[in-house]
């Protein structure tokens, strides 16, 4: 059994709904009366199952919109929706319920590390008392519709956010990706579709929503990266048999990096905190993990300014990151 401490970072589960009688969102400009009866209703339920924020995206500022981004609680297209979305932010329980973004509710929970069932336990909770609460639109051939075909049926995807430096070092990562899309899954960057696997870091998730149980979704995906656990594991254990002093080098090099920058970019600082996170992998290095995981997203460049408390420069960033991840390492 692969150790998937070490290979998930995080995993989210979300559905996307559409109330009956409302026109999707791409039609609601113009139409406030109908975009604030889709925040109250969403604000409804939330009010019947946890705390929150309710956030408007156009009461808050461009850096909070980028911040929430790059934490994953909400979408690009939510947070260019400037003139009617908003998210509801669970304050305990990993939820994030995204108001008229491409469909007019897109709830997701976001936990860290391998939590499949646990973020779809509180999903469908919502799910089920929007249901009570309110009239979805549905159908009985094509099951919840959605603003995009892709998502016909279920409306949901399950997706878990992995570290996969071995598999794409050595080259097995597309392999593997051909085999998972056979099974109806697909493989996207850091922040979703189009964009890259950054830092060596890959969102595994189901392509097909229609035709499926939501159950059946969550075991596909299960199973998908249970497999992939494997494989970077092997990979890894192979990686370190072949370059051995090479690899342990290259690991120490960058920590010296990041132990002694002055100041750092975010992509210089994403490249060696990814080699960082290997060698931890490995056991070269005796680090925690999930504390490295934390650092990569509070070093992202909305949330420096967020850690500031003001608004900074790219050159003022690069030191304060610099000082921040100095400061964290030798923390351990």
């Given at each position: 059994m692969a150790n998937i401490d070490?290979?998930?970072?995080?995993?989210?589960?979300?559905?996307?709904r559409n109330l009956k009688d409302i026109p999707f969102p791409a039609r609601l400009k113009g139409s406030p009366k109908s975009s604030e009866?889709?925040?109250?209703?969403?604000k409804s339920v939330c009010d019947k199952l946890f705390k929150y924020d309710l956030l408007l995206m156009n009461r808050i500022s461009d850096i909070d919109?980028?911040?929430?981004?790059?934490?994953?609680?909400?979408?690009?297209?939510?947070a260019a929706n400037t003139e009617n979305g908003a998210v509801c932010i669970g304050k305990e329980n990993g939820m994030s319920i995204m108001i008229n973004e491409e469909d007019h509710i897109r709830a997701q929970c976001l936990i860290r590390?391998?939590?499949?069932?646990?973020?779809?336990?509180?999903?469908?909770?919502?799910?089920?008392k929007l249901s009570d609460m309110a009239q979805i639109a549905y159908d009985d051939k094509f099951g919840y519709l959605t603003a995009c075909p892709t998502n016909l049926g279920t409306g949901m995807r399950a997706s878990v956010m992995m570290f996969l430096p071995a598999l794409t070092i050595t080259g097995e990562l597309s392999r593997l990706i051909n085999e998972i899309q056979q099974a109806g899954l697909t493989v996207r960057g850091i922040y979703g579709e189009g964009s890259n696997g950054t830092g060596y870091l890959y969102q595994i998730s189901n392509q097909i929503t229609i035709?499926?149980?939501?159950?059946?979704?969550?075991?596909?995906?299960?199973?998908?990266?249970?497999?992939i656990c494997e494989s970077e594991q092997n990979a890894r254990a192979r990686l370190y048999k072949q370059e051995g002093i090479v690899l342990e080098d290259t690991v120490s090099r960058s920590l010296g990096i990041l132990l002694y920058a002055k100041r750092i970019t975010s992509d210089e600082f994403m490249e060696h905190m990814a080699k960082?996170?290997?060698?931890?992998?490995?056991?070269?290095?005796?680090?925690?993990?999930?504390?490295?995981?934390?650092?990569?997203?509070l070093c992202?460049?909305?949330?420096?300014?967020?850690?500031?408390?003001?608004?900074?420069?790219?050159?003022?960033?690069?030191?304060?990151?610099?000082?921040l991840v100095r400061n964290k390492i030798k923390e351990r």
């Amino acid at each position: 059994m692969a150790n998937i401490d070490n290979i998930v970072v995080s995993t989210r589960v979300r559905l996307a709904r559409n109330l009956k009688d409302i026109p999707f969102p791409a039609r609601l400009k113009g139409s406030p009366k109908s975009s604030e009866e889709v925040i109250n209703t969403v604000k409804s339920v939330c009010d019947k199952l946890f705390k929150y924020d309710l956030l408007l995206m156009n009461r808050i500022s461009d850096i909070d919109r980028i911040a929430l981004l790059e934490r994953h609680l909400i979408s690009p297209n939510l947070a260019a929706n400037t003139e009617n979305g908003a998210v509801c932010i669970g304050k305990e329980n990993g939820m994030s319920i995204m108001i008229n973004e491409e469909d007019h509710i897109r709830a997701q929970c976001l936990i860290r590390g391998f939590a499949l069932e646990e973020c779809y336990k509180k999903v469908n909770a919502f799910d089920d008392k929007l249901s009570d609460m309110a009239q979805i639109a549905y159908d009985d051939k094509f099951g919840y519709l959605t603003a995009c075909p892709t998502n016909l049926g279920t409306g949901m995807r399950a997706s878990v956010m992995m570290f996969l430096p071995a598999l794409t070092i050595t080259g097995e990562l597309s392999r593997l990706i051909n085999e998972i899309q056979q099974a109806g899954l697909t493989v996207r960057g850091i922040y979703g579709e189009g964009s890259n696997g950054t830092g060596y870091l890959y969102q595994i998730s189901n392509q097909i929503t229609i035709g499926v149980s939501e159950r059946n979704l969550i075991k596909v995906v299960n199973n998908a990266v249970m497999k992939i656990c494997e494989s970077e594991q092997n990979a890894r254990a192979r990686l370190y048999k072949q370059e051995g002093i090479v690899l342990e080098d290259t690991v120490s090099r960058s920590l010296g990096i990041l132990l002694y920058a002055k100041r750092i970019t975010s992509d210089e600082f994403m490249e060696h905190m990814a080699k960082v996170k290997l060698g931890v992998a490995l056991g070269i290095l005796d680090l925690s993990m999930p504390m490295l995981n934390q650092l990569t997203e509070l070093c992202q460049p909305a949330n420096m300014c967020h850690y500031c408390g003001r608004k900074v420069n790219a050159d003022e960033r690069d030191i304060m990151r610099a000082d921040l991840v100095r400061n964290k390492i030798k923390e351990r």
